[in-house]
């Protein structure tokens, strides 16, 4: 009898300590699960925070490159561009550009006439050109595809243009009216039909 509760107790100790041992390896293994996340986290933010400040939307060249969704506007600092796209004969202020390329024939939206930037004045051209970097700066000639003032709630903007696939537009906000912060939204949506028009000889179809 005494043998056999020795023999209990020796097999209870090595249970203990193989039990010890896997939970230091759980532990240890934890630990550089944490390590390896911990490390991953960081050069994830790094990487986000390099290509941010890659584009910083000053002009065409550096213009902040966007698909649909919503996004956010800190501060319109960027060159200005002469031509006027919207509605009011007003002369541009500084601009932010943005650059949209598209991925099928979409009718775009433009549209900061959102419940959170009520009071706000904004305003917005599309391009659609040629970016130029020179020896005397960075230069962009191009013709509007859209734009927009105060078609909005208040002074709020929104405007819409037909894109095409693989071809490349300049969203710029402009700080004409005001300088604020605010966020605005790309939508991407099916085009609408073609026009049709009636003709002597049957009907005649006109895409916009």
Not at 70 to 97: K, Q
Not at 154 to 171: D, Q, R, V
Request: net charge negative; glycine share 8%.
């Amino acid at each position: 009898m005494h043998q056999l509760l020795e023999l209990m107790i020796v097999s209870l100790q090595k249970c203990y300590l193989t039990s010890m041992k896997f939970l230091e390896m759980l532990q240890a293994n934890i630990r550089k699960q944490n390590t390896m996340t911990k490390l991953f986290a960081f050069f994830l933010f790094s990487l986000i925070t390099f290509t941010l400040s890659a584009q910083t939307g000053d002009n065409c060249l550096d213009a902040i490159p966007i698909e649909a969704g919503r996004h956010s506007l800190i501060s319109i600092e960027g060159d200005s561009y002469s031509l006027n796209c919207t509605e009011y004969d007003a002369d541009n202020g500084n601009l932010e550009w943005y650059s949209y390329t598209s991925t099928s024939n979409y009718y775009i939206t433009i549209t900061s006439d959102l419940v959170a930037n009520n009071g706000l004045d904004t305003r917005f051209h599309v391009y659609q050109g040629t970016c130029i970097d020179s020896s005397s700066g960075v230069n962009f000639e191009g013709e509007c595809i859209g734009g927009d003032d105060d078609s909005g709630e208040g002074y709020l903007s929104i405007g819409s243009f037909y894109s095409y696939p693989g071809e490349t537009y300049y969203i710029a906000w402009d700080n004409h009216w005001q300088n604020n912060d605010f966020i605005f939204d790309l939508i991407e949506s099916d085009p609408p039909p073609p026009i049709v028009e009636a003709s002597g000889y049957g009907f005649n179809y006109f895409e916009r």
